[in-house]
């Protein structure tokens, strides 16, 4: 329980770490020297030192209710919970921040939270067909019962959700191929475009918590080999940055093939194998 | 603490009418042979998300009221740079019928980069001046 608890408080320090690395290491790519490692955490003090500006309220009770979501996410994966609830907590602060871009009336920020609403379209379903092949696999969404007495990494019985997961974590992560939502030069912030100051710091401060979550799902995948897990985990990340700097932006329908194409059959495969092995 | 404040200053960068030359050689900062980047700067395009305006060119009558409009959408504490000769006293275009005024006329400006078009090296110095500023401005704020 007290482990439970250090991770959870650990968490946005490790989604630090992650955007600095994210940083530092895309700079390498492009043999540039790149900002500090600390450099998320300066971009944080700077925004909540500038002036407060809003568009409207509602903007930003969206934002926080965003923000109270993605928490409740990673509280309830590291409390071992049901996966199913995850999934939904997750799908519910994405809601809100479309929900917020929708409630200004700058098109950037439509259109910005048009295209997320793709992207939702196009991994929610995956993300839950994944999470469909663990209960399958293990008899129970609950986490606790999924990660009890292993003996043998779910990786064994699950290869190919996987390699599905992947897929949803390359979109997920919002690097080039997949940046649609907020495609610097098409849409400048996407739905974030209108949030200035401290109310942009609260998605900042969202991806503290999201990043590390995906990466844990890994880990989870490998589990009585925790070191295994987290080594595949960092190479995941490793990979979604190599792929992030050396593709270029598809579009929302190149997005929607991506996953439904190569996604939704790996997982069905695997489910089939699960079902009449 | 105040060694991290001002340690991330995003730039927001508009060309008013100038012939272009400046807007690359300001954008050649950002590649990896400058590589601005390393003291925090990033090319934001979100005047909401600016701490730091680069005015490229002459100020002519269609682009007035998008530089007030711009201005006046970033949050304080902010600085403004006028980059170019013909950003700062109209170089080249000095005459031209659509040439409305300077920068300085319409918004204050804080740091003014001389040269046509102005180098690179010039243009960081020019950015590092004005991130002292904004640096004294945060404190005051
Ligand atoms: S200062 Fe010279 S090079 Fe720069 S935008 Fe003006 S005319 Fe072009």
């Known amino acids: ?277 | 603490m105040s060694k991290a404040l001002a340690r991330s200053p995003w730039f927001l960068h508009y060309d008013a009418g100038g012939c272009n030359g400046c807007d690359i050689e300001l954008l050649a900062c950002l590649t990896p042979r400058y590589d601005i980047e390393r003291f925090g700067i990033v090319n934001k395009g979100n005047p909401k998300l600016a701490d730091i305006l680069l005015v490229v060119g002459p100020i002519t009558r269609k682009s007035k009221p998008v530089i007030e409009n711009l201005y006046g959408q970033m949050p304080e504490p902010k600085v403004v740079v006028a980059v170019g000769s013909c950003c700062v006293e109209r170089g080249i275009f000095d005459g031209c019928y659509g040439v409305d005024c300077l920068l300085d006329e319409i918004i204050p400006v804080d740091v003014y980069i001389p040269g046509c078009a102005a180098r690179p090296g010039t243009i960081i110095e020019g950015i590092k001046k004005a991130i002292d500023l904004w640096r004294t401005r945060i404190e005051g704020h």
Not at chain 1, 26 to 55: C, H, T, W
Not at chain 1, 191 to 204: D, H, M, N
Not at chain 1, 225 to 251: D, E, Q
Not at chain 1, 271 to 276: F, K, S, T
């Open chain 1, 1 to 277: 329980m007290i482990l439970n608890i250090v991770l959870i408080l650990i968490t946005p320090l490790i989604g630090l770490l992650l955007m600095g690395l994210d940083r530092k290491i895309s700079a390498r790519m492009q043999n540039r020297k790149g900002p500090p490692l600390a450099q998320p955490l300066y971009d944080l003090i700077k925004l909540f030192s500038k002036k407060e500006a809003y568009v409207n309220t509602s903007t930003i009770v969206f934002a926080l209710t965003h923000l109270m979501f993605m928490v409740a996410t990673v509280v309830l994966f590291f409390l071992l919970q049901d996966l199913i609830v995850i999934f939904f907590t997750l799908t519910l602060s994405i809601f809100f921040l479309i929900l917020g871009g929708f409630s200004t009336r700058s098109p950037y920020s439509y259109l910005g939270s048009h295209r997320e609403l793709m992207q939702l379209l196009a991994i929610e379903t995956l993300f839950l067909m994944i999470i469909v092949t663990i209960g399958v696999a293990e008899g129970s969404f609950s986490l606790e019962h999924v990660l009890a007495e292993r003996t043998y990494p779910l990786f064994f019985t699950l290869p190919l959700s996987f390699a599905a997961l992947f897929l949803v974590v390359i979109v997920k992560m919002g690097k080039p191929p997949f940046d649609i939502p907020s495609a610097h030069s098409e849409v400048v912030q996407g739905p974030y475009t209108e949030y200035s100051g401290r109310w942009y710091a609260i998605f900042q401060i969202s991806k503290m918590f999201e990043v590390p979550f995906f990466l844990a799902i890994f880990v989870v995948f490998f589990m009585p080999f925790l070191l295994v897990g987290l080594i595949v985990a960092a190479f995941v990340f490793f990979l979604s940055l190599l792929v992030g700097n050396t593709t270029s932006r598809t579009t929302y329908k190149g997005m929607l093939k991506f996953t439904y194409l190569y996604g939704i059959p790996l997982v069905l495969v695997n489910l089939a194998g699960l079902i009449l092995l």
